[in-house]
Structure formats: C-alpha cells, structure tokens
C-alpha cells in the first residue's frame, strides 16, 4: 500500500444544476487485482452535455461505479494502464485506453476496472483528442453513415455548430466532398466563431436568427442545393428552423436535446408529404450496442489516425485542473458554465485534468474570446509557464485557435 490518494468526483443525488451535488473526496489508491484487472489513472475526462442529462436524472444509463455509496459520474475520458491482472492479454502497463460503453466513472484520478471495459488507443494521440474520441468523433462518424448515399456536393445543415460533434461532422464531411452549413446560436462575437468554423471545415456558418430571417425560404448559400441530411442536436425551435432547409427526399436526425427536453419540432405537410423528409433519431449506444468489439476498435483507430495525421483537428477545450486541494471549486465552476441553461454563450467544453506529472502528455487549450468569469483558466495558464518538463502543459498555440 503506498500513501498515494485517489481524487473522486461523486454527486450527492440527481439535480438539475449539477454544481450543486458534486463533491470531490479524496481516498487511499486501490491496488489489489483481479486477473481480469487493470489499474488505471485518468488523464482527463470531459464533462459532456450527456453528463448533465446522468446528473439530473434524465439519462437512461446510470454510473456503474461508487464512492462511498455516491455515484461516480463521467461516460468519457482517456487513461493510462499502470497495472495489470495475471490474466489480462489485452493491455500492458503504460497502454493509453478510453472507455468502451458508458457508465465507468471517468471523474476520478484512477480506477480499477475489467479489461473488457477499455479499448486501447494510440499512444501518440492528443489527450484532447482522446476526450473526444468517442462521444465526439465516433459520433459524428456514425451520423454521416446514417445517410450513406451522401455524394460530394450534398449539403448538411446542422445547429450547435460549434459544438464538438458538429466540427467533427464538418471535418469529417469535408474528407469526402461533402458540404456543411453549420448554424451558431447568436452572440456578440458571431464574426469571430464564423471565422473559427469556417477555418474548422464549414463551408458556411449562419446564426439562428439569420436562418428565422429566411422564415422558411432557402438561405442564399444553399439556394439551389441538395440539402439532404439535418442533425439537430436542440430540437424546438431551432430543429423546425432546421427542417425547413431540407430539400426532397432529406433525412433529419435528432441526436440531442440542448434546447431543453421539453419542446417540440413543429412540421408542416410540406415536410413530411411534399418533401418526403425521413424523420430519424440516432443513439450511439444503440449504434455501439450492434457493432463488434473489432468493428468499433477499426473505427476508433481510424479516427485515431486521423488525429494523429492531423486530418481531423481537436476541438478547442477549456481545461480545469483538479488535482489540488481547490478540485471542488473547479469542478463546480467549469459545470456552472457547462450547463446549458446558465452557461455562457461560446462557452468551450471544460475537461478535467487529473494528471500533472504524466511524461510526454501536452494538453492544449484555448480560451474563448470573452472567458466565463468562474473558471480557473488562469490556473491552467500559470501551470503552462511554471509547470516543470513532463507536467501537463497548457499552451494555446495559434493553430488551436482556428482547430475547432
Ligand atoms: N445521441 C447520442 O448518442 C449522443 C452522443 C453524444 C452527444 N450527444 C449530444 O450531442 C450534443 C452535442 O454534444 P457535444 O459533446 O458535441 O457538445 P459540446 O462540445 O459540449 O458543445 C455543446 C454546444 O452546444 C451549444 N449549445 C448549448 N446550449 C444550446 C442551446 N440551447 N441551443 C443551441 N446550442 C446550444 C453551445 O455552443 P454555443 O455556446 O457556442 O452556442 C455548446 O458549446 C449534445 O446534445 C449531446 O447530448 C448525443
């Protein structure tokens, strides 16, 4: 037994504003394996809109794993293997791994779990990457083979445009001529995140009171266009505004509710009779449910890959650093400014870091033009210029800027 403590983040009983049944406990590290078992430390884990729908018991997965009879939130994340079971043949000690379906509890410094329960990943793929490998890329990937007719000139129209999946759509749509119109909630900087995505992989960026603007006539940039796949991942008004866009024969997936899980699509016969529009919804874990451990580990190194190439580029991350005695603050700052109903506009995905010391690992990260006031990303900035070689580096190099 060596002295080292283990952080955990746990939540205290379901709440529609997260910050305030997180607790952050420390613990003695667990050593003893099973033979199916391996050690791990996590890197960092993200906190993702999903992990706000577990916390306000709204998701239908509930977390696998506790702490002191709380639950351990947190479906995504990447860790490194530290020590292995007599039997585990699948991972060795100092593999990088990421989960392979939900409910592990990726809000915490290490775990023990199954073998079974991780898939491997590159260990020369970006840390942020790997947050967002699965619940970001693997996602987005899965969306387009929703449509798998999709031929280079086709357009996707898409709302929360700058969220992690959609840049990934963008990207990925990108590789094989495929042609984006992301939609961005308005704010004052609209300029700048226009820019930002259309640097990203968009092929145009339009704000949603632009498109209520076309009150249901095509926007001039897709005038003429085979608009044939909408991902809506809001819903209510900005799903029926997305609608609106398709042209005949369209399929529309929803894959999120951020505008709120009580609202409605609103469609006119227009839709669905003249137009032909297939309406559809899209769940990963249904997705993931009827894929083979081989399949997904093929589609997960390929995304990998293309990380690693530098095809597909990380999205800009707020990075929150739990691993001092303020974790608890943090932890509750950065899910203030996650949750949808009272986070700021333009706010960055905020991911965890649990691990400072870990050689060869650089995290990346950018702020957004104007930062929320609560989180600490002046503490992450001081530990890119303090931080000694081998402790996690936070830099926010120019090319991160325009990566979306
Ligand atoms: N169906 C599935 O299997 C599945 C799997 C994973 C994720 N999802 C869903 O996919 C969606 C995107 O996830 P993500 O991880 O890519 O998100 P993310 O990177 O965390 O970004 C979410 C972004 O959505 C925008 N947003 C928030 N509230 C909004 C609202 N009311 N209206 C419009 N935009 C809003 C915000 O951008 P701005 O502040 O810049 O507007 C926010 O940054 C979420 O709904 C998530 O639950 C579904």
């Not at 794993?65 to 060795?92: F, M, T, W």
């Not at 996650?338 to 400072?356: I, P, Q």
Request: contains cysteine; neutral net charge; aromatic residues 4%.
């Amino acid at each position: 037994m060596t002295n080292k403590r283990d952080t955990i983040i746990t939540y205290t009983g379901i709440s529609n504003d997260p910050a305030s049944v997180i607790q952050v406990s420390t613990a003695p590290c667990a050593e003893t394996l099973a033979a199916d078992e391996v050690l791990v430390e996590f890197i960092a884990s993200p906190i993702n809109p999903q992990d706000l729908l577990v916390i306000s018991g709204k998701y239908p997965v509930q977390p696998s794993n506790r702490h002191e009879e709380r639950l351990i939130p947190g479906y995504d994340g990447i860790c490194q293997v530290v020590g292995v079971g007599a039997a585990v043949s699948k991972l060795c000690v100092g593999d990088r791994a990421i989960p392979l379906r939900h409910g592990l509890g990726t809000w915490r410094s290490s775990a023990i779990v199954n073998e079974s329960l991780l898939i491997k990943v590159p260990e020369n793929l970006d840390p942020v990457a790997g947050c967002v490998l699965k619940m970001g890329a693997m996602v987005a990937a899965c969306l387009l083979r929703e449509r798998p007719a999709l031929r280079p000139g086709d357009w996707i129209i898409q709302n929360a445009g700058g969220s992690t999946i959609a840049t990934m759509v963008s990207q990925l749509a990108r590789m094989s001529g495929v042609k984006t119109c992301s939609i961005i909630r308005d704010r004052p900087a609209a300029q700048d995140e226009r820019r930002r995505l259309l640097q990203g992989g968009a092929d145009a960026v339009v704000t949603e009171s632009e498109l209520e603007a076309a009150s249901g006539a095509p926007l001039p940039i897709l005038q003429g266009k085979r608009v044939v796949l909408g991902l809506d991942s809001v819903f209510g008004e900005s799903g029926t505004r997305l609608v609106g866009q398709l042209t005949l024969g369209a399929t529309y997936i929803n894959y999120g509710s951020l505008g709120g899980m009580d609202k409605e699509l609103r469609l006119t016969q227009q839709d669905v009779f003249w137009k032909r529009i297939t309406f559809r919804n899209f769940r990963l874990s249904e997705w993931t449910g009827s894929m083979t451990t081989d399949e997904l580990q093929d589609l997960l190194q390929w995304l990998s890959e293309a990380f690693v190439s530098g095809q597909l580029r990380a999205p800009a991350v707020q990075l929150v650093d739990v691993s001092g005695h303020d974790a608890e603050h943090h932890v509750q700052a950065a899910l203030r400014n996650s949750t949808a109903s009272s986070g700021c506009v333009g706010t960055k995905k905020s991911v965890l870091v649990f691990r400072k010391g870990i050689t060869g690992v650089e995290l990346r990260e950018t702020t957004p033009a104007s930062a929320p006031k609560d989180l600490p990303v002046r503490a992450a900035a001081t530990m890119a210029t303090t931080g000694p070689t081998g402790d996690v580096v936070v830099a926010a190099p120019p090319e991160a800027t325009a990566s979306a």
